[in-house]
């Protein structure tokens, strides 16, 4: 259960590492005027400042209050997910990697957002002049832990019962 366990959060911390560098890399390198298209039409390595949450939302918010609340809710998010992770006796594989991606993903940003009271994005995804909301490599990896953790729950439970 330990060495699982120890797993999990390793898992979590590569991730925080790699959003941690690919931030890094985006904030020394990319100025807020360029725009470098890897895939022309469809996506760009772009910089933003998000103060907001996902999808922007608060990002203009003028309450004085809006970063204590995203930094104490964040904060929350990431220690409920720290003890869901601890009980991995209770959890099949599906389910801890999903977990340890959002640990991973949400730490970068809170990370983020309690240095600097913001978090940067950079992944530009669009069709044309229908631009996705720009994004980081931490969002990617709360998406994808998130979409393993309604695998796990849709999942037949006798199904679930036989993965280690």
Known sequence: MADLR??????????????????????????????YPIIPGFFD???SQNRGVAFGLFNNSTSEWRTTILVAASVAAVGLVSAMLWNTQRLDRLAITGLSLILGGAAGNVFDRIVWGQVTDFLDFYIGNYHWYTFNLGDSAIVIGSGLLLLHLFRPKEQAANVP
Do not use: H, M, P, Q
């Open 6 to 35: 120890l797993k999990a959060y390793g898992a979590a911390a590569v991730v925080f590492a790699l959003d941690r560098l690919t931030k890094w890399i985006i904030e020394t390198r990319v100025s807020f005027f360029d725009s």
């Open 45 to 47: 390595i772009v910089r």
